[in-house]
């Protein structure tokens, strides 16, 4: 349950060519506003996933018979970098209740780096359609742990996992993870890093959105 959302062309490929680009990166506005377009589309195409239900509509001249989603869903995400594409998805899923996730990479004399999460909240999921935005999937250890302690709060019905850009690699070891989680992913890369970065990739997606930070 992998879709490529820039494996066939439409304007995706084009958010993302403006995403890699070290030129168009410079105006940090515009940066944001592509992710949050690929959340956008991505919204979209999740909703067609959904469980519906029937209800009435009364319109100025008669009642109707409608579809409309059965279970509103969470949208969850991964501080900081993850606030711009999360924000496209709730664009369009604007009566879902949301989460939040604190975690870094936290990097040691020889750049080897473990996981450090700090902090989560987020309603109950029990019963309700699950959907977690990470913009870059590398390895996949922050959203492995993210994940682990978000499913602490409830089963969800589904689980959909939002990504601009992922590595081979990190789809694979979420795929393993969680096989029935679906994955909406704007590109998909073919190497990692000695460090752990995705190749070609795009650089640091919070540093791009907010600006460079201290702490590494």
Same mark, same amino acid.
């Given at each position: 349950?992998? #879709?490529?959302?820039?494996?066939?062309?439409?304007?995706? @490929?084009?958010? +993302? @060519?403006?995403?890699?680009?070290?030129?168009?990166? !410079?105006?940090?506005? !515009?940066?944001?506003? @592509?992710?949050?377009?690929?959340?956008?589309?991505?919204?979209?195409?999740?909703?067609?996933?959904?469980?519906?239900?029937?209800?009435?509509?009364?319109?100025?001249?008669?009642?109707?018979?409608?579809?409309? +989603?059965?279970?509103? $869903?969470?949208?969850?995400? +991964?501080?900081?970098?993850?606030? $711009?594409?999360?924000? %496209?998805?709730? @664009?369009?899923?604007? *009566?879902?209740?949301?989460?939040?996730?604190?975690?870094?990479?936290?990097?040691?004399?020889?750049? #080897?780096?473990?996981? *450090?999460?700090?902090?989560?909240?987020?309603?109950?999921?029990?019963? !309700?359609?699950?959907?977690?935005?990470? $913009?870059?999937?590398?390895? =996949?250890?922050?959203?492995?742990?993210?994940?682990?302690?978000?499913?602490?709060?409830?089963? $969800?019905?589904?689980?959909?996992?939002?990504?601009?850009?992922?590595?081979?690699?990190?789809?694979?070891?979420? !795929?393993?993870?969680?096989?029935?989680?679906?994955?909406?992913? %704007?590109?998909?890369? =073919?190497?990692?890093?000695?460090?752990?970065?995705?190749?070609?990739?795009?650089?640091?997606?919070?540093?791009?959105?907010?600006?460079?930070?201290?702490?590494?």
């Amino acid at each position: 349950m992998l #879709y490529i959302l820039s494996e066939n062309f439409s304007l995706v @490929n084009s958010w +993302i @060519n403006d995403l890699r680009d070290v030129e168009v990166q !410079r105006d940090r506005m !515009r940066f944001r506003r @592509n992710m949050e377009r690929i959340g956008e589309v991505a919204a979209l195409e999740i909703s067609k996933r959904l469980e519906q239900k029937e209800i009435e509509i009364i319109t100025p001249l008669e009642s109707i018979k409608a579809k409309e +989603i059965a279970v509103q $869903p969470v949208l969850t995400t +991964i501080l900081r970098a993850g606030v $711009p594409l999360f924000q %496209g998805v709730l @664009n369009y899923f604007d *009566k879902a209740d949301c989460g939040f996730v604190a975690a870094y990479r936290k990097h040691d004399s020889n750049d #080897y780096f473990s996981i *450090k999460q700090d902090y989560l909240t987020c309603p109950d999921l029990t019963g !309700r359609p699950l959907i977690v935005v990470d $913009p870059m999937l590398a390895t =996949g250890a922050s959203l492995i742990e993210a994940v682990k302690d978000l499913l602490t709060h409830g089963k $969800p019905s589904q689980m959909h996992i939002v990504s601009a850009v992922a590595s081979e690699q990190g789809i694979e070891v979420i !795929r393993n993870a969680y096989p029935d989680a679906y994955l909406w992913i %704007g590109a998909v890369d =073919g190497a990692l890093t000695d460090k752990g970065y995705i190749k070609p990739g795009l650089g640091d997606a919070g540093d791009l959105s907010y600006g460079e930070k201290l702490q590494r």
